[in-house]
C-alpha cells in the first residue's frame, strides 16, 4: 500500500532555510486526482496545512506562509518537497507529509500521512 | 480563511459511553460541485493523524462502525457509539472546501 516518507535535517539554524522531503512508495505520485501537501504542529498544538502541490506543478501555499514558502514535485524520483525561508523558533514543529485525494475523484481529505519528522529551529 | 471551532476542548468519557464532538466553520463548507469536504482524524499519542471520516459521513477504509459523522452546512458533529481505550487522543475537524485548508484546534478524548 502506500506509503509516504519525510527526511531532512531535524535542526536549523534561525533565518536559514528548512528543507524537507517526502518520498512517496507503494504506488504513483503521478496518479490523477491526488494532491501532495505539508502541514505542521508545533509542540503541543494542533495542525496547520502549509500547502499541497500536484503532480503537474501546480501549487497552492496558506497565505501565511506563502512569502517563504516554495513546494516542489519531482516525479522521476516520486518526491515532492517543502522549502520554508527565514525560520524563526516559531517555525519549530513536527512536519508531516500527506495525500489528498481531490473530491471530484473522491474524499477530499488527506487520508495517507507519512509519520512525521520533527524540525528544530535553534543556533 | 474558513475557521474550524470544536467544542469541547476536553472530553472525559467512561469505557463503554457515548461520545459527542462538536464542529462549527465560519462559512458554509458546501463546495460549488455540491460537496461538502468536511473530514475528522483522530491523533493517537505519539502518532501522525489518522483519517476517520469524509465528506462529513463516509467512514474510512478500516474505520469502525462505532465512529460516525453527521452534519450541514456550517455545523458537524463527530460521534462514537462507545468509547474504548483505543479512542483516546485528539480529534481535529477539517474542512478542504476552500484554500487555505484549515483545522479545528483539537478535542482532546479522555477516560475517566
Known amino acids: 500500500q502506500l506509503q509516504l516518507q519525510e527526511s531532512g535535517p531535524g535542526l536549523v539554524k534561525p533565518s536559514e532555510t528548512l528543507s524537507l522531503t517526502c518520498t512517496v512508495s507503494?504506488?504513483?505520485?503521478?496518479?490523477?486526482?491526488?494532491?501532495w501537501g505539508w502541514i505542521r504542529q508545533p509542540p503541543g498544538k494542533g495542525l496547520e496545512w502549509i500547502g499541497s502541490i500536484y503532480y503537474s506543478g501546480s501549487t497552492y501555499y496558506n497565505p501565511s506562509l506563502k512569502s517563504r514558502v516554495t513546494i516542489s514535485v519531482d516525479t522521476s524520483k516520486r518526491q515532492f518537497s517543502l522549502k520554508l525561508s527565514s525560520v524563526t523558533a516559531a517555525d519549530t514543529a513536527v512536519y508531516y507529509c500527506?495525500?489528498?485525494?481531490?473530491?471530484?475523484?473522491?474524499?477530499?481529505?488527506?487520508?495517507?500521512w507519512g509519520q512525521g519528522t520533527t524540525v528544530t529551529v535553534s543556533s | 480563511d474558513i475557521v474550524m471551532t470544536q467544542t469541547p476542548l476536553s472530553s472525559p468519557v467512561t469505557l463503554g459511553q457515548p461520545a459527542s464532538i462538536s464542529c462549527r466553520s465560519s462559512?458554509?463548507?458546501?463546495?460549488?460541485?455540491?460537496?461538502?469536504?468536511l473530514s475528522w482524524l483522530q491523533q493517537r499519542p505519539g502518532q501522525p493523524p489518522r483519517l476517520l471520516i469524509y465528506k462529513i459521513s463516509n467512514r474510512y477504509s478500516g474505520v469502525p462502525d462505532r465512529f460516525s459523522g453527521s452534519g450541514a452546512g456550517t455545523d458537524f458533529t463527530l460521534k462514537i457509539s462507545r468509547v474504548e481505550a483505543e479512542d483516546v487522543g485528539v480529534y481535529y475537524c477539517m474542512q478542504a472546501t476552500q484554500y487555505p485548508y484549515t483545522f479545528g484546534q483539537g478535542t482532546k478524548l479522555e477516560i475517566k
Open positions: 462559512q458554509s463548507l458546501v463546495h460549488s460541485d455540491g460537496n461538502t469536504y
Open positions: 507503494g504506488g504513483s505520485i503521478t496518479s490523477s486526482g491526488y494532491y
Open positions: 500527506a495525500r489528498l485525494e481531490s473530491g471530484s475523484y473522491g474524499g477530499g481529505a488527506f487520508d495517507i
